[in-house]
C-alpha cells in the first residue's frame, strides 16, 4: 500500500523550481539478469544498464561481478527490504528531475520475489514511466522445462520457514488444478518434500529443478513417493537453489458424478421432489443439472 503523504511529498518536490519537470525526463527501467550463466543476459539488458545515469541493486558486491563481467560502470544505489520505502521516495524524486534508473536484483528478473514492489508501485502512482527488459526467470525457466501443466499456474515463492505454516499452506492447496510452484531453501528440501508426500500421496507428480542454468543444474520429475528416496539418496541432491513444482489435480468432468454429489443427491432426495433435488445439488456442487437430474431420477425409480 502507498501511503498518501508519500505521493503528496515527491508531487510537491516535482513542482519547485521555474521549470515544471516532464513526465518523460526519467524513466525506470526493470532489468533482468542472469540466474547463473551470465551468456544469458540480453544485448538490450547490456545496452540500457550502460546508458542509465544509476543502477539500483540489492547487494553492491554481488552486483559489482556481473557489471564488472560486462564492464558497465555506473553508480550503484543498494535498495533492499529494509530500505526500501526510504529509498524510493528519494529515488522517485531524482526521476522526476530527469535521473534514468535502472533495477536489477541479484539474479532473474526484478520484483519477483525480490525487492523493488514499492518502488514501482509508488512510480506509476506519480505518473512516473516504467518499462520492462524481459529475460532470465527461474519460475519460467522451471515450468517450461517441467513437462507440468503451463496454462495455469500458481507461484507463491518461498514457502513459510515453520513446519507447520508449510504444511497448513500446502494442504490448503491439495485441490488445485493448476501447477503449483515454490522456492525452497536447501536445508528444508528434504523436509518439506517429506510433507508433500504426506499430503499430496505418493503417486503426485512433483518437480525438483535445482541450480538452473549452472554447472550442477538437475531437472527431478517423478511421483512424490520416488522423487523422496531420490533425493534422501543423493546428498549432492540437497544443495543449492532450488525450484519446486506441483502437478496440479485433474479437474472432473462437469458431467461426472463424484461420490459428494452422490451423498448430497442421497440427502435432498430423501426430502425434495428430483427437479428441486438436482437443481439444489447442481448449486452445491457445479455439475451440471441435468446429470444430476438423471442421477436422482434413477435413485427415485429404485
Known sequence: MVFYDEIQILKQASEKGTKEVKQESGVIYVVATPIGHLSDITLRAIDILKTVDKIVVEDTRHSQRLLKHFEIKKPLVAMHNHNEREKALVLLAEVQSGTTLAVISD?????????GYHLVHLAHEL?????????????IAALSASGLATNRFIFEGFLPVKKEARRQLLAERVNENGTLIYFEAPHRIVETVEILLEIFGENRVVVI???????????????LSKLVVWLKND?????????????????????????????????????????????IAAELTGLQKHVLYEYA??????
Open 107 to 115: 539474479a532473474g528478473t526484478p520484483l519477483i520475489n525480490d525487492p
Open 127 to 139: 505518473g512516473v514511466r516504467v518499462i520492462p527488459i524481459p529475460g532470465p526467470c527461474s519460475l
Open 209 to 223: 529443478a535445482r541450480e538452473l542454468t549452472k554447472t550442477f543444474e538437475t531437472i527431478q520429475r517423478d511421483t
Open 235 to 279: 546428498p549432492n541432491q540437497q544443495k543449492g537453489e532450488f525450484v519446486l513444482l506441483i502437478e496440479g489435480v485433474t479437474p472432473l468432468p462437469r458431467t461426472a458424478i463424484t461420490k459428494e454429489a452422490e451423498r448430497i443427491v442421497k440427502i435432498l432426495l430423501a426430502r425434495l421432489s428430483v427437479k428441486e433435488t438436482a437443481k
Open 297 to 302: 431420477l434413477q435413485l427415485s425409480s429404485t
